[in-house]
Each structure stands twice: as structure tokens, then as C-alpha cells.
């Protein structure tokens, strides 16, 4: 009788153990760990907040707690304090934090954007020209992707990025910065450019900046995450995989569900739309991003000399490489 028992126990441990489940009582799968995910408060977080919403997360048997943040510096910082088990950014905060650190990684790009940055004024300042910039202020988020877009627009124009003073201001103040004369312009991203232009239509001059600078967004985790929780990092990634599938099928549906998220009309993420595309990726171009970005901050003397720090150890596509990609087809 104790044989069977026996026999019986080992069968069903075996059972378990294919299920991904232990016989230990105590034991919790790591799908089975609650994941926050430190999200910029844009639409280019668009496919986390769909796949929120519609429950794909769900499907792939995870928790998931979205913690809105602005700005994804600010993403960044709370991943790395351990409040976020993932985090949104630019490319450009990987590059500013791989001058200090190794101890995080890019699991995917998940949107990009060549028109995301806006460089604003007061119209009352008659400042409408690049030119007339130079030796004025600008406020920008330091250490963001509205610093590199400022610098890369005078680096175009042929301009030293000396001839214009910078002024490091949070996302929240830049707006009232130029309201209040504080600063003579302002390189903000979206939607705050936005919503600035929306509330003071009369006030606020955009310069036509578009196609300057090509934005990605991408999903980072710890390094010392990426082996332990790779089953969870796959499961996300085919979240956002089939997010992306549906915001290309059903565009209005999935504008609505982030403009409720963000808490802002549906109209101004309809407006700002066209403006991004959504798709996963680890291509040649975020290497090329980084490694064009970090030469910058080194001439600008934005941080200590050194050697371009080696990108492909900071993005890692092992779980990209295991989530099946399928043609994105529109619905007709």
C-alpha cells in the first residue's frame, strides 16, 4: 500500500512540476509575482495602457499594477530604488544612466516618435527663429530626451550649444517657467506641449521641429531581473505584442482607453496620434541612437570623459527573441 502511495505522490509531483507548479505548499511561481510598471504619463506608453485595460496582461497570467509617473527619468529613478519592477523611457535616459551604471537593461522598444519634442515660446516674444534663441534660455529636463533634442536642433543648425543657456526644470514647471518669463522657450515633450498650446492658443508659439530628432520608447528592467523573471518578461512582452495589434485594428477604441488612463480628452490623443508608431523592436537604430547620443553628451561635456560605453551589453532580446512576431495586419 505505501509503494502506491509512493508511486501515486511521484505522479502527481510530476503532474505538478509540468504545470510549473511545485508539490511544496509554500511555493509561489514567479508568473505568480505582482509586477509594477513605472509608466510615463504619454501616449507613448499607449500599448502598456491598452494591454492594462483589456486585460492582456490577464492572459498571460500576470499582475500587473501600473504606477503613472511623469517622465521617464523619473521612470528610471524608480526602478531603480526598487518601487518598479519595469520602467518606460527614452533612449536618451539609458544613455545619461550608462555613464554611471550597468545594472539595468532594455528588454524592448515599444513606440517611436519623430515629432514627440516641442520646442515653445511666447508669441509676444517675437522669438520665432532659431536664431533668435541664441544667448536667450531655454528650459529643459536635464538628463532626458528634451536636453539631446535641444542640442541636437542647434547642432543641425550649425549653432555651439554654448550660445544658448539651459536651465534644468521639472516636466510639471515647464509650462509655468515661460508663462511666467522665467525662461524665453521651452523643449517639452507630449502631451504637455499640448495641452500648453491648447489652454493659451494665443500665447504659446511651436516651431516646426518635426523629424529633428526620432524618439524611442522602450521597456527596461534590472539586470539582476532578467534570468529570475525572463517567463514574466516574455509574458509582458506578448501583452504588449497583442496591444499593438489591437491599437493598429482599432485605433479610436485604443485612443479612448488612454485618454481615460491619462485623464485627458480624447481629442488631444487623437490629435497627437498620427505621430507615433507603436511596434516591438531591438533594432540597429536604438544602437545607433545611443551610441550617436552618448558622443554628444561626451563633446558637451554633459559627463566625465570616457569611452562610449558598449550598448550591447545594455539591451538584452532574450525575451523579445522568444515572443512569436506576426505581420501586422490593419483590419479593413
Known amino acids: 500500500m505505501e509503494k502506491y502511495l509512493l508511486l501515486l505522490f511521484l505522479l502527481i509531483s510530476s503532474v505538478l512540476l509540468w504545470l510549473g507548479v511545485s508539490a511544496d505548499p509554500t511555493y509561489v511561481s514567479p508568473l505568480a509575482r505582482p509586477l509594477r510598471i513605472a509608466v510615463s504619463t504619454s501616449p507613448l506608453s499607449s500599448p502598456i495602457i491598452v494591454a492594462e485595460r483589456m486585460g492582456m496582461f490577464s492572459k498571460q497570467h500576470l499582475t500587473v499594477q501600473l504606477l ?46 519623430d515629432n514627440d519634442i516641442k520646442l515653445l515660446t511666447k508669441s509676444a516674444s517675437g522669438i520665432q527663429q532659431l536664431e533668435q534663441l541664441l544667448h536667450h534660455n ?12 535641444m542640442d541636437a536642433l542647434l547642432l543641425m543648425h550649425e549653432y555651439p550649444q554654448q550660445l544658448v543657456q539651459k536651465t534644468d526644470i521639472s516636466p510639471n514647471d515647464l509650462g509655468d517657467a515661460l508663462l511666467a518669463d522665467a525662461v524665453d522657450a521651452i523643449s517639452i515633450w507630449e502631451p504637455f506641449a499640448f495641452q500648453l498650446q491648447q ?8 516651431f516646426n521641429t518635426k523629424g529633428i530628432y526620432n524618439l524611442t520608447f522602450n ?114
Open 68 to 113: 503613472p509617473i511623469k517622465g521617464g527619468n523619473n521612470c528610471f529613478d524608480a526602478l531603480m530604488r526598487g518601487d518598479a519592477d519595469l520602467a518606460t523611457s527614452s533612449e536618451t535616459v539609458v544613455m545619461f544612466n550608462s555613464f554611471q551604471r550597468n545594472d539595468f537593461s532594455i528588454i524592448s522598444s515599444f513606440a517611436e516618435s
Open 138 to 149: 531655454v528650459g529643459i529636463v536635464a538628463g532626458s530626451a528634451s536636453e539631446y533634442f
Open 199 to 206: 489652454q493659451y492658443p494665443q500665447q504659446i508659439y511651436r
Open 219 to 332: 521597456l527596461l528592467v534590472r539586470r539582476d531581473d532578467i534570468t529570475t523573471h525572463l517567463q514574466q518578461h516574455i509574458g509582458v512582452l506578448k501583452a504588449l505584442d497583442e496591444a499593438i495589434q489591437y491599437i493598429i485594428n482599432e485605433p479610436e477604441k485604443s485612443q479612448q482607453l488612454v485618454s481615460d488612463y491619462l485623464k485627458v480628452p480624447t481629442a488631444e490623443v487623437a490629435a497627437l496620434w498620427p505621430d507615433y508608431l507603436f511596434r516591438l523592436s531591438l533594432g540597429n537604430t536604438l544602437l545607433s541612437n545611443l551610441q550617436s547620443q552618448s558622443r554628444w553628451a561626451i563633446e558637451a561635456n554633459l559627463v566625465k570623459p570616457q569611452a562610449v560605453p558598449d550598448y550591447r551589453f545594455y539591451i538584452e532580446p532574450t525575451a523579445l527573441n522568444q515572443v512569436i512576431h506576426r505581420p501586422l495586419v490593419r483590419k479593413e
